[in-house]
């Protein structure tokens, strides 16, 4: 039987990580860093692991799920550094959509997945 790594979990792990010790770092220690708004930058590393994750799913085969991810990045980078209510919203509405897509597509993958052990014929 062959194991594998499950990256996209390492992914999203590190990038949540780097995002958290950024906004922590802004609201408990200061509010900027290196001129920078702390929290924007966290958000930014929050994005960039969207970004990250959607080359991964490219690198594999997904392009469904890489192109989710990636809409997703650039959703959240409109969010993050919209200056107007315009970019925001269309923002968001990448957000919601390409999340929406992402869950649904991986509820359905993981039903198959668990129907097809439950149809294979059992190795003792």
Do not use: K
């Not at 469904?64 to 968001?92: H, Q, R």
């Not at 869950?103 to 097809?116: F, Q, S």
């Amino acid at each position: 039987m062959a194991e594998t790594i499950d990256v996209q979990e390492q992914a999203i792990g590190a990038g949540s990580i780097a995002a958290l010790a950024l906004v922590a770092y802004g609201r408990f220690i200061n509010e900027t860093l290196f001129g920078v708004d702390a929290t924007t930058l966290g958000l930014g590393a929050f994005a960039a692991t969207f970004a990250a994750v959607a080359l991964l799913h490219g690198a594999y085969g997904r392009r469904d799920f890489a192109v989710s991810n990636a809409v997703s990045a650039v959703g959240l980078g409109l969010v993050t550094l919209a200056s107007s209510l315009l970019p925001m919203l269309v923002g968001l509405v990448l957000l919601v959509g390409a999340g929406s897509y992402t869950a649904r597509t991986t509820i359905r993958a993981r039903n198959e997945a668990t129907e097809d052990r439950e149809a294979a014929p059992e190795n003792a």
